[in-house]
């Protein structure tokens, strides 16, 4: 079975903006993500972009064809969660005080998982205690656009409800409509392979070593990919960070450390796990590298013919080129999370409707890997570094601007999986969505707590 109209659409356009080489690909399994978008046919055509990506790079290493197939019901499973604790109980994904709430004129969604984003949205609405019941009595007071400002100018993360006109006339969504999906381009010449990469058919990747500078959830989901394939991923994160909903999912087949970038002594090690990467990935702010004297100069000094990748929340030109995001926050600013398809003024007593998954962040984490994928097949071929940058922001219009009309629904039934053991317990790992040829996805270290190794790279 092939790929539907629609999906075959969006990976015309996905391979497009990332300057892969288009071919068919195998699509079949049921559809089960309900949602007034196409979100199982997004989650299926961002997979086979990077099955396709992959696909290019096997060309460039020379070796045999590789048809590219993906089940729609499992690319389902792993735009949510892919694996499941045997067992015991996942942690909270959410902090108590994230959600949507109503304000005076619309509604806002507050974004407080990580604990200085909680305090910056207490403090601006005055609540010393946090209970629910006391900021939903705080946001009543204020217009929603007014507290999102004050929010974000506190160092908080907040995102007010517009439309999707509203979005197409702001000037940040503007500015996003603007943006090339990927935005890939050549930079310096480097050595076509890495020394210790020894790709084969089976693990293509075997030896490839990625540094990791990502976090919930896009970013970790391209480098996921990644170490399926047999990439050595070396993931950095601060002393204080914890992502305790989301370790599970995002760490499976990783390396996991921590640096304080803070001081001397753990920017010095960056610079040096830098030098011996092949790839970068990386989730911060536009600037926050700069920040640290490693611009992206400075990074292809470091390691000539480095594969550099990034993203953010809201594109990287316009007023919220620096302004901090995540999915659920850019599903409200962007439109799609306004409450009926066709409303042109939202009931005022109608929630937010976001989509069923985290889509965004996973659509963008697969097209992240798609870019590692094609830029390490230019450097085989062509002996030059790549340079890509991705949004959530810009990978939404991927999805909003489909007009289609769904296919029918399947109910979803119990995928296929395996027993894995993780760093907290007995867990089961849903069957990978994506084949491409002999490659094998397969994950040889477990999910486990951030911070369980050393910062250095295996020798």
């Known amino acids: 079975m092939g790929a539907t109209t629609f999906e075959r659409r969006l990976i015309d356009g996905m ?52 048809p590219v197939h993906v089940d729609r019901g499992l690319a389902d499973v792993w735009f ?51 209970p629910a019941a006391a900021v939903r009595e705080a946001v009543a007071g204020w ?16 995102g007010a409800l517009r439309s999707p006109g509203a979005w197409a006339g702001h000037p ?15 930079t310096d010449p480097g050595p076509a392979e890495a020394r210790r990469w020894r790709p084969v058919p089976d693990r293509p990747l075997t030896g490839l070593r990625v540094l990791d500078l990502t976090r919930v959830l896009a970013g970790p989901v391209a480098t996921r990919l990644l170490a399926g394939l047999g990439a050595e991923v070396l993931r950095i994160d601060p002393p204080d960070w914890s992502e305790p909903g989301a370790e599970l999912e995002v760490t499976l087949g990783k390396r996991l450390a921590r640096l304080d970038l803070r ?13 011996g990467a092949d790839v970068l990935v990386h989730g911060y702010r536009a ?22 990748v990034s993203h953010d929340a809201y594109g990287w030109t316009g007023p919220w080129a620096m302004r901090r995001g995540f999915d659920s926050v850019v599903q409200m600013s962007s439109g799609i999370a306004w409450p009926g398809a066709a409303a042109t003024e939202p009931d005022p007593d109608a929630r937010p409707t976001p989509l069923p998954v985290q889509a965004l962040d996973h659509a963008t984490g697969y097209l ?24 959530l922001a810009r990978t939404a219009l991927e999805l909003t601007s ?28 849903v069957a990978p969505p994506l084949t491409v040829g002999a490659a094998v996805l397969r994950w040889d270290r477990g999910s486990r707590p951030l911070g369980s190794d050393a910062p250095e790279w295996v020798e």
């Open 368 to 391: 992240e890997a798609a870019a590692v994928l094609h830029g390490l097949a230019r450097r085989v071929r062509d002996g030059v570094g790549t340079a890509s940058r991705l949004s």
């Open 143 to 158: 217009d929603a656009e007014a507290l999102e400002t004050a929010v974000v100018a506190a160092g908080g993360v907040a």
């Open 402 to 429: 489909a007009d289609v009309e769904r296919g029918p629904l399947g109910e979803a039934g119990e995928p296929a999986s395996t027993a894995i053991r993780t760093g907290w317990g007995a867990a089961r790992l």
């Open 172 to 186: 940040q969504g503007a500015a996003v409509a603007r943006e090339p999906l990927a935005g890939i381009r050549s």
């Open 15 to 66: 391979t497009t903006g990332l300057g892969i080489p288009d071919a068919e690909v195998g699509i079949d399994g049921t559809a089960v993500l309900r949602s007034r978008y196409p979100v199982s046919e997004f989650a299926a055509a961002s997979i086979a972009t990077a099955g396709l990506a992959l696909a290019e790079l096997l060309r460039a290493l020379g070796m045999p064809s590789a």
């Open 263 to 275: 001081t001397d002594d753990g920017l010095a090690r960056l610079r040096e796990l830098l030098a």
């Open 80 to 130: 949510g969660w892919a694996v499941r604790p045997d067992g015991w109980e996942r942690p909270q994904v959410w902090d108590a005080i994230a959600g949507d709430y109503r304000a005076r004129d619309g509604w806002i969604r507050l974004h407080t998982n990580a604990p200085r984003h909680r305090d910056a949205a207490l403090a601006v609405l005055g609540v010393a205690n946090d």
């Open 287 to 308: 600037d926050a590298l700069e920040r640290l004297g490693l611009g992206a100069q400075e990074r292809r000094r470091l390691r000539p013919g480095l594969v550099d």
